[in-house]
Structure formats: C-alpha cells, structure tokens
C-alpha cells in the first residue's frame, strides 16, 4: 500500500495528524525531522546553530530517501523538504502527498514558545508570511490540500481517510438488487470480462449517442466481442429534448429486430440523458432485461449512474416518465472526463458539491481547498471528488431505494433547477447549471425562513461560483415557475416541498408555501438580470458525452 505523505509549513498539524492517522490505519508513523535528530544526536535546532541549514538538508535528503522506500506508512515532512526535487521525486513515486496548511495567525499562534531555528531573525509572523510565500508554490504540488487553520485533528484525520480511501469497487448494498461501481482509469477495456463474470452472457444493446460512440464505442464493443457477446449498437440523437418515449421506441424496435431476450443486456455509453433513456428501455423491455451503466459525464458519474431512477421527460415537466430499476454494474473512467467541453464539465460539478452541503461537511471543506486541482482535473482530487459523491449516494440508495424520506435530500436544487430547465425547453441550461440556480434559490430561500444563517448560504454561493457556475435568477415570470414546481414528482398534498439547508452538512426537507418562493423570486428578480449562458449546442452540450 502506498504511503501517505503530509508535507506544509510548520504548525499545520502533520505530527500530531500523522500519528492519530497512522494509529487508526494500522501504519508505522515516521517524522523526518525524529529521524534526523536520532542520526545526528542532537536536536534540530542544535544542528542548525552548530552545523548549519546545508547539513540538516543534506540529512533530510538521505531520510526523505529511505523512508519512501517503505510502504503502509504515514510520512510527516519537514516544512521544508519539498523544497528540494529530489526529495519531492522520492516521495511522490510511492506516496500520496497531501498539504496540511493554516493562515499565519494560527500558526504564530501553534509555534509560540517553541525553538525553531528559522523563525529567530525578525519579527516572528512578518518571518512566518514570508516563508509561506516562498514554499506556497511546492505545497501546491501535493495531490490533496486540506486547511487545517478552523479544524482539529479528529476531523482533519477523517477527511484523510476519505481521501486515501481503498480503490475497490464501492458496493450498493440492496439485497438481490446489488451492485458495484467501479472507478479507475482504464476500466472501459474490462468491460466485457466484468459482465462474465456477473454470469451475463449472450446479446449485448449498446445504447449511445453518435459523439461518444466515435470516440469510446470501439474500446468497449471490442472488449464486449472479446468476451463472448453478440452485439448490436443503438445510435440515438444528442440532447435533453431527445429524452422521451419516441426515442425510447427506437430503442424496443431494435432489441425486437435483433430478437433480444430476458437473459440479454443493455448497457449505456453516454451522459445522463442516454442511461435514463437506455435504462427505461431495460426496465420495460420484456418487462426486465439486464442493465449496466458506463457514464461518461461528470454529471452522470456521480449521479444519473447510481440509484436507479430511469425515465424521460415530458413537454409538462421533467423525468415525469419512468420506472426505479437498478443496474447489475456501473463502470467509471474518470479519463473520459478530459474529452468533455469546459462548460459540460463545470455542469456537473453541481452535483459534486451537492453531496458536500446535504451529508458531507468534511466533503464541502475538501471541494473548498481543492476546487482549483479538480477543475484541472488532476487525477487525485478528482477521483476523490467522484468517489466520495458515489460513495455519499450509495448510502443514501442503501437506506431509502424508491425515495420515500432520505432519497429525497438528493435533490436540493433539483425543485427550482428542473423546474428552469422545463421552462427554458431544455435549450438555454445545462442540467448542472440549472441545479447551480436551484441550489442558490434553495439556500437564500433557507435562510429567509429561518431554517439556516447567511454563512451557510455564503459557503455555498462561493463555491458555486469558484467552480464556474451560474447562481443568479434569470429573468422569469413568477407564475410560470410555480406553475411549473407543482407538477414536480415532490409535490405532496398539492404543496410544493423543497430541500432546504440547515447547515453545510445536514438539510431537511418541508413544504414550503407558493407565496413564499413568490417573494423570493419577485425579490431576486428585480434587478436587471444577467446574461444567460449561450445555448447549448455542439460536444457534451446535453450531458451526453
């Protein structure tokens, strides 16, 4: 098993961290700087006033050397040491680096009355602002950042371990309704061994859209072939406006032509529009054929994949059409992710950070001090970002499968957001940009009852918006919102309930009245509202790539 390496100034917490982590994982815990102190028998300070920084770093350099050849060891760094590439080259190959940080105040405040050697010179937090500035560039090379400044090291220990969390399949326990969802890079080439071995065998539907069947439909048609299975490949039409009964047709007339039977597959190459659209087809479709998920939006990897709700729109509302029907496995490739426009990929962030604000504060935390590496789309933090959001749904899923309480909290934002989506045909918002909208909607309207404080509703505004993802109100006409709403799945005994957030964290959900959201709009409205993003068109436009 790997290493997990905690590098940052001095004062962050690595030593104390390290040790509560390395205790609950069973590791060794090794401190770079107790090692150079027992090899040169003497304290770190005496080396620097004696010897000088060179031989301490000469040191540092030979420890750094031999403790990343170990494994299953949690490494606490010298403040310094990444500063050196050797060092930092040693450590990456077998390692997982994460930055422990906190604002200068703090750590003047954690490092008063101790000894150390390069804050003696000068005005102790002018030295410590300094200091950071120089090495802020080498801790942002980690794979994860986590702020410790407002966080102890209970809670900075438990997002750790969330973060290094084992690479196996999360499992979606629903008793003969299981499964599991796969996530790494280059899992599109196992497919076909992967459904082998679930016992599936036989005829194969690969249900696409013509963008992603270019790109990703070979790799996986030849590891299906490879396996054993006979294929045919369904070509549907690009978009949200496409997700409806016709397309669904198209889908039996196929399955019909090629005499599939219950014993075969469908499986879904595409966003959230094809695996709703495909998965509707399998739920129906001789009443139950076998159904697996390949999503290849953000959107749809951390959401539309997981859980089982499968359906089409209708011109009246959205996803008013379906059926709850599990699939038997859902592969993950965050690789794909790159092939998506920058607008679709930002889309589907909103479902990420969603889980953080409804279970996760720790998440939400993560998301704030790592949102810059997963726009990026640097491997580690945005297969922690897709892991943990699985992860997050599938206990729900666990706990309420057909959404009678819990299940409901997974669509905060999703009231207003659908509700934008409907108005607007489908052509003005991506899915996730509409449930940007909605989440706002949901934690100003939060906050006008009472139900949270304005910094609930600040954290979120801000990360939304550092994310690149719109949160004001479009210009709308009141009544068509709330006519829209009422026909919403969650409208219960006529009354329109809305998710709303009573910290980052925990939310509830209660009915919530017209006149209520009336204000909300007419008050968020009456300013000259911004420009809407362009129309969707061209790559991942839909959600479908």
């Known amino acids: 098993m790997k290493n997990i390496v905690l590098i940052g100034f001095m004062g962050t917490g690595k030593s104390e961290v390290g040790k509560r982590l ?3 994982l069973g ?3 090794e401190d770079t700087d107790l090692w150079i102190e027992e090899r040169e028998g003497r304290t770190i300070p005496e080396i620097f006033r004696r010897s000088g920084e060179a031989r301490f770093r000469r040191r540092e350099k030979e420890v750094v050397a031999e403790l990343a050849k170990r ?4 490494i606490a760094t010298g403040g310094g040491a990444v500063m050196d590439p050797v060092n930092l080259r040693n450590l990456r190959r077998n390692g997982v680096l994460i930055s422990l940080s906190a604002s200068p105040d703090a750590i003047m405040a ?3 009355g101790s000894d150390r050697p390069l804050l003696q010179e000068g005005h102790r937090l002018h030295k410590i602002q300094e200091l950071l500035e120089s090495r802020r560039p080498y801790y942002l090379l980690s794979d994860h950042r986590i702020d410790t400044t407002h966080r102890n090291p209970r809670q900075i220990v438990t997002m750790i371990k969330n973060i290094v969390s084992v690479t196996a399949p999360i499992r979606v326990d629903l008793e003969d309704r299981s499964y599991s969802i796969e996530i790494g890079s280059r899992t599109l080439p196992k497919i076909g061994e992967r459904l082998v071995s679930l016992g599936l065998k036989g005829k194969v539907a690969v249900v696409t859209n013509p963008r ?9 048609i030849r590891s299906l072939r490879k396996a054993g299975f006979d294929l045919v490949t369904v070509t549907l039409p690009d978009g949200e406006r496409f997700k409806n009964l016709e397309s669904v047709s198209r889908v039996y007339d196929e399955l019909i032509r090629k005499s599939f039977e219950r014993s075969s597959t469908v499986l879904a190459l595409g966003g959230g529009v094809i695996g709703d659209l495909a998965g509707f087809a399998a739920a129906t479709f001789m009443r139950g054929v076998g159904f697996v998920q390949v999503p290849t939006t953000l959107a749809a990897q951390v959401d539309a994949s997981i859980g089982g709700k499968t359906g089409v729109d209708h011109p009246k509302g959205k996803n008013l059409i379906g059926a709850f029907y599990q ?4 592969f993950i490739d965050p690789e794909v992710l790159r092939t998506l426009s920058r607008r679709e990929f930002v889309s589907g962030l909103a479902e990420v950070i969603k889980y953080g604000v409804i279970r996760d504060e720790e998440f939400f935390s993560y998301l704030e001090d790592n949102m810059d590496k997963i726009l990026k789309q640097e491997p580690a933090a ?9 992860a997050i749904k599938a206990e729900v899923i666990q706990k309420d499968e057909r959404e009678g309480g819990l299940r409901k909290t997974l669509n905060y934002g999703h009231t207003f957001g659908h509700a934008l989506e409907t108005i607007t045909n489908y052509r003005t918002y991506l899915h996730g940009e509409a449930v940007s909208i909605g989440m706002a909607f949901a934690t100003h309207l939060s906050v006008r009852l009472g139900f949270s404080d304005a910094s609930t509703a600040r954290r979120q505004i801000e990360l939304l918006k550092r994310a690149g993802l719109p949160v004001a109100l479009p210009k709308i006409r009141t009544a068509d919102m709330l006519k829209t709403m009422t026909l919403d799945k969650k409208v219960a005994d006529g009354r329109i309930h809305f998710v709303l957030a009573e910290r980052i964290g925990r939310v509830t959900v209660k009915p919530v009245q017209e006149k209520q959201i009336a204000g909300l709009l007419k008050a968020s409205t009456k300013s000259e509202p911004p420009a809407l993003p362009g129309r969707a068109r061209g790559v991942g436009a839909s959600g479908d790539l």
């Open 382 to 390: 945005l297969t922690h970002a897709i892991r943990r959001s699985c």
């Open 71 to 74: 494994e299953s060891s949690v």
């Open 212 to 220: 992603v069947g270019r790109l990703y439909g070979p790799t996986v």
């Open 27 to 29: 590791w060794s815990f």
């Open 327 to 330: 699939p038997k496995w859902v």
């Open 110 to 112: 954690r490092t008063a």
């Open 22 to 24: 390395a205790g609950d």
